[in-house]
């Protein structure tokens, strides 16, 4: 795991923001570097990838942010000019100098291997964060026994579980697992960075160089350059040691410090805050100035990414999401999740924005088509782009399509004429009129589709046909004479949008009338009752099953399989039904251009659903959703649009498949808040719970599954953080809650949390057994004197008062204005009044509003025969009536209509009731 240091470098140098000493003019600098801050984010944040702001607005401790770190819990803390944060994806929870901290400035933040959060600061005291509290010297004996002479500035914990702690000047502190202070003096200042190798030995990067700590500690390893300050480490996950000085970056070779390709990240500060390796290898080097980013770890490439030109950003974080985070100065924090994919215009040195054809020619390169003949390549690892502009000014036209033959040629079809690239740079124009589309059958023979025919043209007989560039009059070419070079004309006098030979001989046809197909010496039209295919048909494409792929311009897909035809259009999942392009990758995807991005067909005829269509737009990092056309390689896409070229790295995308972790944060009883605990022990009057969860997921948390054990065993599904239980029974409980992440993936494990609720006295096991064993002789008594000789009814209703006790207890499930879902046994229901689009549930406790209405509660209650609708606003549980009149009934001292078309419902329970409460 690559290690990275603090940018301790704002505290030593000119560039130090929290000196005010280091300006003559603080005020004015001030304001020069708010003016100039405020012209370069808006700059930076125009540019690609788009970022999402958190700051003093959104809860954060400090809008200068130095450092960032995820614990293994999954929380991202952040070291603030102003506090220490911590953040789950909903809210910031902040701690101050009052909660804990040693001073308010932290610098950097550390996890040791038990799960403790050690924040460094300015102070020459210690502290950590663990179970919600901050430890400090003052409530911790080991805190109180480490001290330095001057503020803390690294740590490393090793794999016997000592902890090493660097200071600015000249001391190391190990606290060993049996909680012994040990303090090093060392020789040498500013220990920036301290690491353990893979040997085992611990080492340190000073300001120096560096000292081998396990060897000997007193003199210096690997010595820094003469008369310079190493002011940055990285230790690289292939080994290399990073290290730079101001705004130079040095690689230790052969044991010494060696610049690395002669390259200066020059800023305004003319310094390197922070060096960093994300998960793909990435080096990220972030300055006063922006940050770059080394594609794979190789600092000698010619090209690099550039992110946020003109802000001052301190340290870089990747979470486990592969989101990457930027802490900046007086901005906050700036996240992306899209951080692979960019875009490229006129500004990266592309002639015109709108391209209009794109394809990879053998060297790997990206060939551009534009308009005016304009053809280039952009080097997919570089970016740089090579002009390969055809010297035909006078010829006016768009690229419509490019091909390459065997033998390396570049096939141009373009407004008005045919054209040749070779391998060595040779240019041919052939004007055989508007070429839509081109493609090469397996002899090798050109393909056109044109404005006003299709047919074949042998790219030999092209030869002793040319253009004199300078002097079109002076070519040997006639232009009516094209029919001379045309082998044989497939068909004349139809527009035709797109060829494409198949494996099958077939030579399928896209034109302004329909989808037809040329097989020996005949045109075949596909005519269908549905007239699908009748329209014009912009592009064909064959997968390796031998499925044929068809595109129109206004109704969607067509997909031609040996014994099915399917038809997808936006109401399937298509982005739109107007689409232009289309490419079947190596994973037989096809990809569709159209005028509102891109979509992705995976066909699979094995499935439920034999289509499963992705999409991606402007929200995805497209510069534009007008898209002409694209090239897939491997799982990046590149896309000409209208505005540019963008690249889509699919997995950037498609990355959130981490298992958000989920917690119990809270939990309040008979509405006061108390500690949450794993297992709790209650009375039974203390059955009021509401409890709060958080799944932890920085591309967001879509819902979470959650269930009371003992109360129900199915998952109930909501997108509130908390869930009420209003009137559990005596019992023994265990809540479980799962969150489920934008990409549908379940926590791995739930958070649980387990509790009892007891029993009142006359609930008890041995009271029941006593007042069971009297009430059996008192039963049998009555049944030995009166029941069996004068009243089997009674027997039976003493029969259904027995059942109706080993009943499990029923409940009433709704959600309250309040949020969450409320569970209400029916015993505890009086009755139900309706209001409008409300309803009003009352019990002996409390009432409850609910957003739904009268009929929906009386469909869920239709199988509770004692609770019925008396009138057209009220439900009542007859188990409560305390009185029972001709037109009303009364429960506790309140009256309750009776409709008259409802009497009769009253009248059939009246005797049953009676008879149940008077035995």
Request: charged share 20%; hydrophobic share 35%; proline share 4%.
């Given at each position: 795991m690559p290690i990275a240091v603090c940018p301790w470098l704002l505290i030593f140098?000119?560039?130090?923001?929290?000196?005010?000493?280091?300006?003559?003019?603080?005020?004015?600098?001030?304001?020069?570097?708010?003016?100039?801050?405020?012209?370069?984010?808006?700059?930076?944040?125009?540019?690609?990838?788009?970022?999402?702001?958190?700051?003093?607005?959104?809860?954060?401790?400090?809008?200068?942010?130095?450092?960032?770190?995820?614990?293994?819990?999954?929380?991202?803390?952040?070291?603030?000019?102003?506090?220490?944060?911590?953040?789950?994806?909903?809210?910031?929870?902040?701690?101050?100098?009052?909660?804990?901290?040693?001073?308010?400035?932290?610098?950097?933040i550390y996890e040791d291997g038990s799960g403790r959060i050690w924040p460094l600061s300015f102070s020459r005291q210690l502290s950590y964060f663990s179970d919600g509290k901050l430890y400090h010297a003052h409530n911790n004996d080991l805190l109180a026994k480490i001290r330095t002479d001057d503020?803390?500035?690294?740590?490393?914990?090793?794999?016997?579980g000592n902890l090493w702690f660097g200071s600015y000047d000249k001391q190391l502190i190990q606290v060993t697992p049996d909680k012994e202070v040990v303090n090093h003096k060392l020789n040498h200042r500013m220990i920036r960075y301290l690491w353990e190798d893979e040997t085992g030995m611990i080492r340190a990067g000073s300001a120096e160089g560096v000292i081998n700590i396990t060897a000997n500690p007193d003199r210096l390893e690997y010595p820094f350059l003469s008369g310079q300050s190493a002011e940055q480490y990285l230790i690289t996950s292939d080994g290399r040691w990073l290290a730079s000085a101001i705004s130079n970056l040095y690689v230790l070779q052969d044991d010494h410090w060696k610049l690395v390709g002669n390259r200066t990240f020059q800023s305004k500060a003319k310094a390197i805050n922070y060096l960093y390796q994300s998960g793909d290898k990435s080096i990220w080097i972030c300055t006063q100035d922006g940050v770059w980013r080394f594609e794979n770890g190789d600092l000698d490439a010619p090209g690099e990414d550039r992110?946020?030109?003109?802000?001052?950003?301190?340290?870089?974080?990747?979470?486990?999401?592969?989101?990457?985070?930027?802490?900046?100065?007086?901005?906050?924090?700036?996240?992306?999740?899209?951080?692979?994919?960019?875009?490229?215009?006129?500004?990266?040195?592309?002639?015109?924005?709108?391209?209009?054809?794109i394809m990879v020619n053998r060297s790997g390169e990206l060939l551009l088509g534009f308009d005016q003949l304009r053809l280039g390549t952009l080097n997919t690892q570089t970016h740089g782009y090579k002009s390969l502009d055809l010297p035909f000014s006078q010829w006016k036209g768009i690229i419509n399509d490019i091909i390459l033959d065997p033998d390396g040629n570049i096939w141009l079809a373009a407004d008005e004429y045919l054209s040749c690239v070779s391998?060595?740079?040779?240019?041919?124009?052939?004007?055989?009129?508007?070429?839509k589309s081109i493609a090469l059958d397996r002899q090798g023979a050109l393909i056109l589709g044109c404005h006003s025919f299709a047919g074949y043209i042998q790219p030999k007989r092209l030869a002793p046909f040319s253009i004199d560039h300078n002097n079109p009059a002076n070519s040997?070419?006639?232009?009516?004479?094209?029919?001379?070079?045309?082998?044989?004309?497939?068909?004349?006098?139809?527009?035709?949008?797109?060829?494409?030979?198949?494996?099958?001989?077939?030579?399928?046809?896209?034109?302004?009338?329909?989808?037809?197909?040329?097989?020996?010496?005949r045109v075949h039209d596909i005519k269908r009752k549905d007239g699908i295919l009748d329209g014009r048909i912009?592009?064909?494409?064959?997968?390796?099953?031998?499925?044929?792929?068809?595109?129109?311009?206004?109704?969607?897909?067509?997909?031609?399989?040996?014994?099915?035809?399917?038809?997808?259009?936006?109401?399937?999942?298509?982005?739109?039904?107007?689409?232009?392009?289309?490419?079947?990758?190596?994973?037989?995807?096809?990809?569709?251009?159209?005028?509102?991005?891109?979509?992705?067909?995976?066909?699979?005829?094995?499935?439920?659903?034999?289509?499963?269509?992705?999409?991606?737009?402007?929200?995805?990092?497209?510069?534009?959703?007008?898209?002409?056309d694209l090239y897939v390689i491997h799982d990046t896409v590149w896309a000409a649009t209208a505005k540019g070229l963008s690249r889509i790295v699919l997995p950037s995308l498609e990355r959130n498949t981490e298992p958000p972790p989920v917690y119990i944060t809270s939990l309040t009883?008979?509405?006061?808040?108390?500690?949450?605990?794993?297992?709790?022990?209650?009375?039974?009057?203390?059955?009021?719970?509401?409890?709060?969860?958080?799944?932890?997921?920085?591309?967001?948390?879509?819902?979470?599954?959650?269930?009371?054990?003992?109360?129900?065993?199915?998952?109930?599904?909501?997108?509130?953080?908390s869930v009420e239980f209003a009137s559990l029974s005596p019992g023994r409980y265990s809540f479980e809650v799962l969150a489920i992440n934008s990409n549908g993936i379940h926590s791995s494990k739930a958070a649980l949390m387990a509790f009892t609720i007891h029993p009142p006295v006359w609930k008890t096991w041995w009271f029941k057994t006593l007042l069971a064993l009297g009430f059996a002789g008192m039963i049998y008594l009555f049944f030995r004197i009166r029941v069996l000789t004068?009243?089997?009814?009674?027997?039976?209703?003493?029969?259904?008062?027995?059942?109706?006790?080993?009943?499990?207890?029923?409940?009433?499930?709704?959600?309250?204005?309040?949020?969450?879902?409320?569970?209400?046994?029916?015993?505890?229901?009086?009755?139900?009044?309706?209001?409008?689009?409300?309803?009003?549930?009352?019990?002996?406790?409390?009432?409850?509003?609910?957003?739904?209405?009268?009929?929906?509660?009386?469909?869920?209650?239709?199988?509770?025969?004692?609770?019925?609708?008396?009138?057209?606003?009220?439900?009542?549980?007859?188990?409560?009536?305390?009185?029972?009149?001709?037109?009303?009934?009364?429960?506790?001292?309140?009256?309750?209509?009776?409709?008259?078309?409802?009497?009769?419902?009253?009248?059939?329970?009246?005797?049953?009731?009676?008879?149940?409460?008077?035995?």
């Open positions: 140098t000119d560039v130090n923001p929290i000196c005010p000493d280091q300006a003559s003019n603080p005020l004015l600098l001030g304001v020069i570097c708010v003016l100039l801050f405020a012209f370069d984010v808006s700059q930076g944040l125009a540019q690609r990838p788009v970022y999402k702001s958190y700051n003093v607005d959104n809860g954060l401790a400090s809008s200068t942010v130095y450092y960032a770190l995820q614990d293994s819990r999954g929380y991202l803390w952040f070291a603030t000019k102003t506090g220490l944060s911590r953040y789950d994806g909903y809210q910031f929870e902040n701690y101050f100098t009052q909660d804990g901290l040693p001073t308010n400035e932290v610098f950097i503020f803390f500035t690294s740590f490393v914990e090793d794999r016997a992110y946020l030109n003109g802000v001052a950003v301190y340290s870089v974080l990747e979470d486990r999401e592969q989101n990457i985070w930027f802490n900046t100065q007086k901005s906050g924090v700036l996240k992306t999740e899209t951080w692979h994919n960019r875009s490229f215009t006129t500004a990266d040195g592309l002639p015109d924005n709108n391209i209009s054809c391998p060595s740079g040779h240019k041919r124009l052939f004007p055989v009129g508007s070429v040997n070419f006639d232009r009516p004479s094209f029919r001379a070079f045309i082998d044989s004309i497939a068909i004349y006098g139809e527009r035709t949008y797109a060829v494409h030979p198949a494996a099958d001989g077939k030579i399928w046809l896209g034109t302004m009338n329909g989808l037809k197909y040329y097989h020996e010496d912009t592009d064909i494409k064959s997968d390796s099953k031998g499925h044929i792929w068809v595109t129109t311009f206004d109704n969607g897909v067509v997909l031609l399989t040996p014994d099915s035809v399917y038809h997808l259009t936006a109401a399937s999942g298509l982005g739109s039904n107007i689409c232009t392009r289309l490419f079947i990758d190596e994973k037989d995807r096809a990809w569709i251009c159209s005028n509102k991005g891109i979509s992705a067909i995976v066909f699979d005829r094995s499935a439920p659903e034999p289509f499963s269509i992705s999409r991606y737009t402007t929200q995805d990092q497209l510069i534009s959703n007008e898209v002409n009883i008979n509405r006061q808040p108390v500690q949450v605990q794993h297992q709790i022990e209650l009375a039974h009057h203390l059955n009021n719970l509401r409890i709060g969860f958080t799944g932890i997921s920085f591309r967001g948390i879509s819902a979470y599954h959650y269930r009371m054990l003992g109360l129900d065993t199915n998952w109930n599904a909501t997108s509130e953080r004068y009243n089997k009814d009674v027997v039976r209703v003493l029969i259904r008062m027995m059942i109706s006790k080993l009943q499990k207890e029923e409940v009433l499930v709704a959600k309250s204005l309040e949020g969450p879902f409320i569970k209400i046994p029916l015993r505890d229901l009086w009755w139900i009044q309706s209001s409008r689009n409300y309803i009003e549930i009352v019990t002996p406790d409390r009432k409850y509003l609910v957003r739904t209405t009268l009929k929906e509660i009386e469909n869920k209650l239709q199988k509770k025969k004692y609770i019925v609708r008396l009138h057209k606003s009220y439900i009542v549980n007859l188990k409560v009536v305390r009185t029972f009149k001709s037109n009303a009934v009364e429960i506790n001292d309140t009256v309750i209509p009776v409709g008259n078309s409802y009497k009769h419902v009253l009248n059939a329970m009246k005797k049953k009731l009676e008879l149940s409460k008077n035995p």
